[in-house]
């Protein structure tokens, strides 16, 4: 009866965690000093590589190529890009090589990874950070690409950026952010969900919805969520503390969604964190079973116990037109406008 009892209480405890907010510390690892790049400019030589999962399908390297050539830039392609080793696009050694060869590369401008998919975490070890820190430049690709996003920031301080790969949707409000970004460079940037007309008479189409107002300012820093959390009690997260977490995910169902919160919650993530936006979870739907938990609920539980100010519902995430946002920098986050608008320089002074 006493175990019975004493099983009870702890089961108790546990489940007004996330109410409370009675968490330890997040991550040990202090941020370094931002490491800024430079900013690309048209005919520019790029670097193409496959850090992550292998592409079955040829034309997506001739669309990619094709992509960063539309934009004005010229492309050299990873020695490894179209290798694979069961589902990854090569071993881990030849990947890290190719990562670590165009940072090397004065020649090379910027680094673009072609997918993402599974497996860049594996190579965290295998990056010359040194080589990174005297050779800075932008890097591009999200989803799986978080775990270098968070590497490369958590060891070097490097701004990277957070949007679309290679391969990805190149239509027009892409193009346009990546030629404001990298290529204008004039001043602060805001990022702002696209409004589209329609005959309804409510716009519903790229909404916000504030879990809690207010603004904040902080180094902007996430990615995937399901990248991330695995990431956790790893040297490749950075620091949380004073920093504004930005998430998305695809194909996870809101249990998921919850049980990676918690994970985040039982770092300490939240205790340390000035705002919090999350973009979309294509494809969250619940499954069935017993009943589900929104995913309203999974953020309100875990958020506003800390009073944070906090949006969900940003262009961010698996989906054709999406932020291409700067790792790393400087933002302030406005909660009930759903806006992140920078708040330092980006890019190096040549």
Known sequence: ?????????????LGVLPVLGFTPSAGKTSSPKNLLPAALKKGDLVGLISPSAATADLMQF??????????????????HLKNRRGHLAGTDEERAADLNEMFANKAVKAIICIRGGSGAARILPLIDYKTVKNNPKPLLGYSDITALHNALFAQTGLITFHGPNGSGTWGKFNVNQFKRLFFENNGKLVYENEVEETEDLVVKKNRIRTIFSGKATGELVGGNLTVLTSLA?????????????????????PYRI????????????????????FGQCTDCDPSGGYGNLTLDQIFDDYLLPHKIPAFRGAMIGHVPKQFLLPHGAKVILDADQGTLTTDQSIFKTV
Do not use: C, N
């Open 1 to 13: 009866m006493k175990k019975r009892h004493f099983l009870q209480k702890i089961s108790l405890g």
């Open 62 to 79: 001739t669309f990619a190529k094709e992509a960063m050539e539309g934009l004005g830039l010229k492309v050299i392609e990873g020695k």
């Open 258 to 277: 919850d049980r990676m919160m918690s994970t985040l919650m039982l770092m300490g993530v939240f205790q340390e964190i000035k705002g919090f936006v």
């Open 233 to 253: 009690g790893s040297p490749y997260l950075p620091s949380f503390k004073g920093k504004i977490l930005f998430l998305e995910d695809i194909g996870e169902e």
